[in-house]
């Protein structure tokens, strides 16, 4: 009887000549066909990441993840998507970010909670040979390929025009102004700012209390205005700037709790439904609509070229925008004011909310007055 040494000693050779042939046959094969590693392999080269800033500012969820997600679907079928969202923490979007760079991300999508730190994020992903797109937020300071956006001072421009124009057409000529901006941490709430006041400023009006507010939080904007009223005075008030949909609800909210009636014209921006039932309703005045859908799809074309190692035609650039590193090849596309009157004539003309969104519940009659239904 041979010893156990002897059984194992007689078993190397057979099963070393199946191992050669194992790996003779992988060889011969294309890397699609070697198996789950190569197939592995393959897909890690095909992950786009799409990072976004927050979740209080309900376009994000509502409108530019899916709809970024079915465009690279149907660019790129065998595309892997990694989303995430940083609910307004700029540590947290760091760590998400080189999470999805050690997961296989080969392009980055990057909506930046602070414009300032992601250039943190920039530089590593350069480290990676991985090329970043600034998407609707402009990272500063940073060796950014490409920023998808719209003309943000001409965002801010139309607020203030809106606002200054529609006091000027009740036979207002002058009065005090509140003025509620979005984040400090966020570089386009800087440009819309810079955009309302060279509207406001020399208009006849009066900017008499200004704030900028954190988080783009709702609840803050709200409690700004209340220190507007007690300051001011709720009868010296005549209009509010609100930069966007969630500040303006904050604002209007305040107003009401202390009894202003009626209510003065109020700015807001992003065509959130929530903000065109109040523009429907009368209770603001204006929004700004950011076709979304188109910056979303743009941004997905532009990723899904930029994986296959090509670049974008030219004629799809239409601007630079400097960021303080570089002038960053831009496609900046055109917001649109929408007032009470245009709400069919835009956002539902472009089926960005249909009518039996807008006018659920309490916003019936006031849909039936403003031809909606």
Not at 30 to 37: D, M, Q, R, V, Y
Not at 47 to 55: D, G, M, R, T, V
Not at 322 to 327: A, H, L, M, R, W
């Amino acid at each position: 009887m041979r010893s156990l040494n002897s059984r194992v000693n007689y078993r190397v050779p057979a099963l070393a000549l199946v191992v050669l042939l194992a790996a003779a046959c992988n060889r011969d094969k294309k890397p699609e066909e070697a198996g789950a590693g190569g197939a592995a392999a393959n897909k890690a080269e095909k992950k786009i990441a799409l990072l976004l800033p927050e979740s209080k500012t309900a376009r994000y969820e509502s409108h530019d993840r899916p709809l970024f997600e079915r465009k690279v679907k149907a660019l790129c079928p065998e595309c892997q998507l990694i989303y995430s969202n940083a609910d307004q923490n700029a540590a947290k979007q760091q760590d998400q970010a080189e999470a999805a760079l050690t997961n296989g991300a080969a392009v980055l999508v990057l909506d930046p909670v602070d414009s300032a730190s992601a250039s943190a994020i920039v530089a590593r992903a350069k480290q990676s040979k991985v090329p970043v797109i600034s998407y609707d937020r402009l990272i500063v300071n940073a060796d950014v390929d490409y920023y998808i956006s719209f003309d943000n001072e001409k965002v801010g421009q139309l607020q203030g025009r809106a606002l200054v124009d529609k006091l000027k057409a009740d036979g207002k000529t002058s009065g005090t102004l509140v003025m509620i901006n979005g984040a400090p941490t966020d570089n386009n709430a800087k440009l819309f700012k810079a955009g309302a006041h060279s509207a406001i400023d020399g208009s006849g009006f009066t900017v008499g209390a200004e704030y900028d507010t954190p988080d783009w939080s709702p609840d803050k904007a709200q409690q700004q205005m209340e220190q507007a009223i007690t300051q001011l005075g709720k009868a010296a008030i005549v209009g509010v700037y609100a930069a966007n949909d969630g500040t303006a609800g904050g604002a209007i909210a305040a107003m009401k709790a202390a009894g202003v009636s009626p209510l003065p014209p109020v700015t807001g921006q992003d065509a959130e439904l929530a903000g065109i039932q109040r523009v429907v309703a009368g209770e603001q005045y204006m929004t700004v609509y950011k076709a979304i859908k188109p910056e979303a799809e743009t941004a997905a074309e532009l990723a899904v070229t930029l994986l296959r190692g090509q670049q974008p035609e030219a004629s799809k650039i239409n601007g630079k925008v400097n960021n303080g590193k570089k002038d960053v090849p831009s496609i900046l596309l055109a917001p649109v004011s929408v007032t009470r009157e245009n709400v069919k004539s835009t956002v539902v003309a472009d089926g960005f909310w249909t009518p039996e969104q807008i006018c659920a519940g309490a916003y019936q009659q006031a849909c039936q007055s403003a031809q909606l239904q």
